[in-house]
């Protein structure tokens, strides 16, 4: 199984970014995206799992998960984008729906500059 995600970058507050994930070698149910910022734990962003979505408090009304089931992919439409925003974005994929994520992609940087 491989996740290989793009759309990292450098943002001025305020901009927008968007991240694509394409996962490939398996079947998944559910994928979603984490976060790390320098000195913190690992932290939910969003995911989407048989037409739900959910999102972390910190993204609700700024950030759009999306993705295209045929293709397993997943977007992250990231709009109104704050320096705490600034983190390396993993994508992640599950098997099953209710299962843990066990299957993470590389990461891409995203840097909010204020």
């Known amino acids: 199984v491989q996740l290989q995600t793009s759309g990292g970058g450098l943002v001025q507050a305020g901009g927008s970014l968007r991240l694509s994930c394409a996962a490939s070698?398996?079947?998944?149910?559910?994928m979603g995206w984490f976060r790390q910022a320098p000195g913190k734990e690992r932290e939910f962003v969003a995911d989407?799992?048989?037409?739900?979505?959910y999102y972390g408090d910190s993204v609700k009304g700024r950030f759009t998960i999306s993705g295209d089931n045929a293709k397993n992919m997943v977007f992250l439409q990231m709009n109104s984008l704050k320096p705490e925003d600034t983190a390396v974005y993993y994508c992640?994929?599950?098997?099953?729906?209710?299962?843990?994520?066990?299957?993470w992609g590389q990461g891409t940087q995203v840097t909010v500059s204020s």
């Open positions: 992640a994929a599950s098997p099953t729906v209710t299962g843990s994520y066990v299957y």
């Open positions: 070698g398996g079947t998944f149910s559910k």
């Open positions: 989407k799992s048989r037409g739900s979505s």
